[in-house]
């Protein structure tokens, strides 16, 4: 039987003021949720390739690039996570900027802190219910709810990208899938992505789902690229 669903949100703040982002990690901490806390956009799209973030809370006064700036930027990149903001810039220009730049919330500083607890509970309340679903194939189960995987009842532990390349294999049955078509789809036309890169991830996904290489879920089409059947 597969394990129990751990419900534990993964929440990131981006917020500059040392202070104010202790204060909100202390509370999101006690609430259950994980945490993690950045005093800039430096290194977050990092974050979001290697962590399953299920809500951002950005600050739109940060040093180096405006926070809805960066989340548009993302939302160009086609990430989709939830975003609340949480700023000072009040005036109705600048709060209908920020829901026209990609956020799904907008907090007002200063703020009461149970009513960013409140705010975050409703807005993951809201996201959980739309992308609850499982997918299916052979003895692979995803979990797109908790981004798990499980395989004949193990969890399998893989990166973000492993997780949507996976998906987009078992979404695709039986279907080859070229390299760039991959690209494409879970690098979003990256230029700095070559094929060589897709090869090695994967290379590195066919070992976790099938380390002893008895079950061939992914295999090689030549001159074309990969498909799982």
Known sequence: MVKAIDPTATILSIEDNEDLLELETFHLLKEGYKVIGATSTKGVESILEQENIDLMLVDRTLPRVEGSEFV?????KGVTIPVMFVSAKDRDEEIEEGFLRGGDDYLRKPFNMKELLYRVKAILRRTNAIEHERLTARDIIMDFNTRKTYIDS?????????????SLFIKNKNKALGREYLIQNIWNENEDIQKRTVNVTINRLKKKIDPHEDKEYIVPVRGIGYKFQ
Request: net charge negative; no cysteine.
């Open 154 to 166: 193990q969890e399998i532990e893989l990166t973000k990208l492993e997780f949507e390349l996976l």
């Open 72 to 76: 548009s930027y993302l939302r160009d």
